[in-house]
């Protein structure tokens, strides 16, 4: 079984521009989460999607961040316009069930804004 | 604040030296403890979830416990393949998300 993939796994971008990070989960999971872990700090929250539904998006830092999940499937997070404090690794998760149970982590993504 | 805090940050260890990694947490009604171990450059990796306190969990050289406030992560007769950073989470009632801490680098030395 594939586990949990992530695109790309490096991106490098000027301030201002436009970046899309993709996740795809293991297939079956209907549930989706994006974490994002900025140098030094813990790796935090950004949102949840149960299927194509948004179940949770109170983590997402402001407007200029925008994730979708069409199909409910593979999901996208778009950084427009990117700013500095946008670096760090994303991550992506999928699990099973709702709930308290195991999520599975994908590789990341090292997002770096110069 | 800090729902959860993993000490010590760092921790070098020569093999076969046991020792323990501890993980408290303040958040309220917590729903699981979550141990997850991160290689460099790779994403965070399963390894346990206990749902409560006096629960504990084994897989090879790690042992996972939990109280009502902390959990911790006992290597016992670690070996340089043990080297990772274990990461603690913690899944709170009224959120559906995991709150993690910072980590704890291990290294382990032949």
């Known amino acids: 079984e594939a586990g949990v993939t992530q695109f790309p796994s490096h991106s490098v971008i000027e301030k201002g521009q436009t970046v899309t990070l993709r996740c795809d989960p293991i297939?079956?999971?209907?549930?989706l989460y994006w974490y994002r872990r900025v140098m030094g700090k813990e790796i935090k929250f950004l949102l949840h999607?149960?299927?194509?539904?948004?179940?949770?998006e109170s983590g997402m830092p402001n407007n200029r961040f925008l994730a979708e999940r069409t199909g409910g499937t593979y999901s996208t997070l778009k950084v427009q316009p990117a700013e500095l404090e946008d670096s760090g690794v994303y991550f992506c998760?999928?699990?099973?069930?709702?709930?308290?149970?195991?999520?599975?982590f994908g590789p990341g993504t090292r997002l770096t804004v110069t | 604040e800090d729902q959860v805090t993993q000490s010590p940050e760092a921790l070098r260890l020569q093999e076969g030296e046991s020792s323990s990694l501890n993980c408290s947490y303040t958040v309220s009604g917590l729903r699981g403890l979550f141990w997850y171990r991160q290689d460099p450059g790779k994403g965070p990796e399963f390894l346990f979830t206990l749902y409560s306190a006096g629960e504990e969990k084994e897989k090879e050289r790690l042992k996972a416990t939990l109280t009502k406030k902390e959990s911790f992560l006992h290597i016992t007769a670690p070996k340089p393949e043990d080297s990772a950073t274990y990461l603690c989470?913690?899944?709170?009632?009224?959120?559906?998300?995991?709150?993690f801490g910072k980590g704890n680098q291990v290294v382990v030395i032949p």
């Open positions: 999607f149960v299927k194509e539904s948004k179940q949770d």
């Open positions: 989470a913690a899944f709170e009632g009224g959120n559906n998300r995991l709150a």
């Open positions: 998760a999928s699990s099973h069930r709702q709930g308290p149970y195991e999520q599975y």
């Open positions: 297939s079956g999971h209907d549930n």
